[in-house]
Nanobody
Framework: QVHLVESGGGLVQPGGSLRLSCAAS????????MRWYRQAPGKQREMVAT???????DYAEPVKGRFTISGDYAKNTAYLQMDSLKPEDTAVYYC?????????WGQGTQVTVSA
């Protein structure tokens, strides 16, 4: 079993920054990729950013140039640096990990961007 814990969410003003963390623990033999998703009220969950074990990254168009995903695979931890935040970035952010025994989700962390 693999357990994910996200942290770093909170309330920030427009234009501000936050850094999310996702720590994976448990029966992890290998991690193929780590992803961040988000879900705003009344909307479908959407992929925000991906980082593979090889270091390749991919971003959703709305966050390109503002968000940066990074990973420390030795610590089984992923990060999402979010800069120039906008009110439309308000959502619950979830970590998702594809690993050797399947796919796991975190419980989510709330990010609210408001003046």
């Amino acid at each position: 079993q693999v357990h994910l814990v996200e942290s770093g969410g909170g309330l920030v003003q427009p234009g501000g920054s936050l850094r999310l963390s996702c720590a994976a623990s448990g029966s992890i033999s290998i991690i193929y990729y780590m992803r961040w998703y988000r879900q705003a009220p009344g909307k479908q969950r959407e992929m925000v950013a991906t980082i593979t074990s090889g270091g390749r990254t991919d971003y959703a168009e709305p966050v390109k140039g503002r968000f940066t995903i990074s990973g420390d695979y030795a610590k089984n931890t992923a990060y999402l640096q979010m800069d120039s935040l906008k009110p439309e970035d308000t959502a619950v952010y979830y970590c998702n990990v594809e690993h050797g025994i399947g796919n796991s989700w975190g419980q989510g962390t709330q990010v609210t961007v408001s003046a």
